[in-house]
């Protein structure tokens, strides 16, 4: 069997020279990735190439929990921790609960792991991130459905969910081409784009809200601090009682609404 010896200082020079303000940790992760020098090479050309580090690795880290990733569905972030910490705080015992806009399923494998749900749901519209989230979420007895927000969900839960957390897109039409190149190249559009404002999904969640909560239930989603008092008008003009939080230690603002009951 060849020996692996990977030259550490000289992938950290390139992934540096690439512009990876992290090249240190970069370099510890793709090493401990592969078992040779060609399926090192490989990867770091990847990532030298512009390609998300999470894409390359196939996983990235989220509250705690390694989530598998697939080119193009979105990579969490990990300012939604601030999402999951909100839902929970705001969460009784064995809530009904769906997540709109999962993604990867990252959200929802964390609120499994914090909660013990009589029923978690996850929807996205990207059949992408529906097949990743899928994989994430198999053997845990959580469906992941496939269509717009609460389309998909079984009828019978309309008016008895008691959270729904949702970290659909908020960024601004015009300012997508702003974002980072990792973020605006790789990831579906779908996932970024909220619209002229950056609320346009957001208010049909809130809207959708009304129906599917059972009172006393609670919307959480994430959103930009700029963008939260107009959110919070429009929850408060459906009937929502919103509040605001913000983490600036992961540079997160969470929205929480609760359905008066």
Known sequence: MTSFHPDRSALVSRLRAAGCVYAEDEADLLIAAV???????????????????????????????????????????????????????????????????????????????????????????????????????AGRDVPVLHGDLYDPLPPAWRGRLDLVVANAPYVPTEAVALMPAEARLHEAPVALDGGADGLAVLRRVAAGAVDWLAPGGHLVVEVSDGQADALCAAMTGLGLAPRVLHEPEWDATAVTARRPG
């Open 35 to 137: 078992d040779s020098s060609d399926a090192l090479s490989a990867l770091a050309d990847r990532r030298v190439g512009g390609e998300p580090l999470e894409y390359v690795l196939g996983w990235a880290e989220f509250c705690g929990l390694r989530v598998a990733v697939a080119p193009g569905v979105f990579v969490p972030r990990a300012r939604t921790a601030l999402l999951v910490e909100a839902a929970v705080s705001v969460t009784g015992p064995a809530p009904a609960v769906a997540d709109l806009c999962c993604g990867s399923g990252a959200t929802t494998l964390a609120l499994a792991a914090r909660l013990t749900p009589r029923w978690l749901a996850a929807v996205d519209l990207d059949p992408a991130a529906v097949a990743c989230a899928r994989r994430n979420l």
